[in-house]
């Protein structure tokens, strides 16, 4: 099967520190597509990205950042400054088509 | 406003009790899809669907059946719960067959069979 691993089951922060989540994809698609996604203690799942595999420049969307990196298969996750409202698990996603693949999530504690 | 629901939210069963977990989206989305997710596993893909009438196996689909009549609806059955799909079930659709783009999630459906 082509994984995803997200190998952090858990990190803890203090507030304001600068958190990097990793993600780990397999693929044999040359086309693919990568994902995160959070999922805030209510339980819901919120789109964060997308990144499609022919695209490796790295984006910023206020204090997320995310590195991209075909020849490595990561697809890294920064917060910069983080805040108590990041605390949640993030999942990483790779899609190739029809099929979905995540992986088993990064749970993120940020203490005040 | 643009959603995914699941009906029930919570639904607590007896082992071969069958039962019906209804999603719905009102986005016109083409593709739509069943997730199970448990403690250190993520969220695994049970079934998906790229048009009505057209549906395919994920990766844990064994126990799970859905079908696709309408458009907007994609009811996952479970014909004869077991203990061991005890699970958060999440529905998602997206707008294209292929998953291109990002997948809307229903709020979930925490499912306990005994």
């Known amino acids: 099967a082509q994984k995803v691993t997200q190998a952090q089951t858990e990190i803890s922060v203090v507030e304001k520190e600068d958190v990097t989540l990793d993600c780990v994809y397999e693929?044999?698609?040359?086309?693919?597509?990568l994902f995160w996604y959070k999922q805030p203690p209510s339980g819901e799942l919120v789109f964060l990205i997308r990144?499609?595999?022919?695209?490796?420049q790295n984006e910023i969307s206020g204090r997320y950042s995310w590195n991209f990196q075909k020849s490595t298969s990561s697809f890294n996750f920064t917060i910069t400054a983080s805040q108590v409202v990041d605390s949640a698990v993030y999942f990483c996603?790779?899609?190739?088509?029809?099929?979905?693949?995540f992986g088993a999530g990064t749970r993120l504690f940020v203490k005040a | 406003e643009a959603q995914v629901t699941q009906n029930p939210r919570y639904l607590i069963t007896v082992t071969g009790k069958k039962l019906t977990v209804t999603c719905s989206q009102n986005?016109?989305?083409?593709?739509m899809s069943w997730y199970r997710q448990d403690p250190g596993l993520g969220l695994r893909q049970i079934y998906y669907?790229?048009?009505?009438?057209?549906?395919d196996k994920g990766d844990v689909p064994e126990g799970y059946k859905v079908s696709r009549k309408e458009k907007r609806n994609f009811p996952l059955i479970l014909e004869s719960p077991s203990p061991n799909q005890t699970s958060l079930y999440f529905c998602?659709?997206?707008?294209?067959?292929?998953?291109?783009?990002?997948?809307?999630f229903g709020p979930g459906t925490r499912l306990t069979v005994l």
């Open positions: 996603a790779r899609s190739g088509g029809f099929k979905t693949i």
């Open positions: 669907s790229m048009n009505v009438e057209v549906t």
């Open positions: 998602a659709s997206s707008l294209w067959p292929r998953v291109s783009d990002e997948q809307f």
């Open positions: 693929t044999r698609d040359t086309t693919y597509y």
């Open positions: 986005m016109n989305h083409e593709y």
């Open positions: 990144r499609n595999s022919f695209d490796e």
